[in-house]
């Protein structure tokens, strides 16, 4: 490893596995200024059920096969993961149309759950469907087909779960377009 | 950029902020083969609840200031963080005693919320109590002072909350040692 000043880190991800999905393009683009919906709004709630539905493979490199073990003792996990398919000059985007809709208050990034951002980690719960040695079945998975997995956690309530959260009008109107009136 | 192979990819992280808090050392070390609680078991309880209600903050370099336009409409965020006290040669670890419990079954790295691990970036959903333009104050966050942050994203129920989560014996049994019988 390279020696580095005294204040700083070398804060290298390396990918321990690779997302294989049915999801072969990503529902936004970004642009140098934006990011942009690739999906008609009247789709979005349909789209949302079927990635809600979807099964996908987390298939963990067999170097990390053991760090899995008791993973299938948990119902849910969460999975860290790196979108690969936007632009890395695309980490200086600032400020942004909320899921690229253009009828949304521009916000900044932090304030999003924009893929482009400076450190493009993203990050999402899902249910574990079952474990096969170094592959991880998952149901309701949005990431696309060969998206480098960078982290694998299991679903602790302490540190992840939020009963009520406030969240402004703009995100709960886009939640409500895309969830199912159950 | 350096120049990488198609299939590889860059993913290396900048910090976009540093932790400012009262919790000067952290509760796990990591060793060579394992890691070790550095609190007395009878104390879990105790620091688990100072720790819930600490107040710190979370302060973001001045160059992503407006990045932040928005986070104050949500009660929560998730923070992203580096555990900078871990020896970069302990992302080698594979199976530990989940929280250094010797009383504990020895668990895969990816089924346990060490901080040790391949790709060590920690994940919290915490109380945003209030933003003074690039200082987030946050409430319940467990991270030590001048951890590194990697990202701040709004929390957003669809990507991070699971209602019921089946978790495993000794995750529950941990659980209900630290948290207050309310």
Redesign the interface.
Known sequence: ?ESLPDNQ????????GVVKSDIKTPELKANANDIELQTQKEQLRENHQAIKNNICELV?FPK?E??????E????I?V?Y?P?LID?ERRNL??VHPMGRKDM?I???????SPA???P?L???VELVDRNRNILRVKGFEAVDNS?V??????????????D????EW?AQI?SE??NLE
Not at 165 to 168: A, E, G, K, N, T
Request: charged share 15%; hydrophobic share 40%.
């Open positions: 490893m880190l070398e804060m290298m991800l390396h990918p321990v963990i990390f053991s760090l899995l073990d008791g993973i003792d948990f119902s849910h969460l860290l790196w690969h890395p600032q400020k208050p916000k900044g990034i932090f304030s999003t759950c951002r400076p450190n980690i990050v999402s719960a480098p960078v982290d694998i956690k299991p679903y602790s309530t302490s540190y992840y779960r939020v009963d959260p406030i969240v402004p995100m939640h895309t969830q």
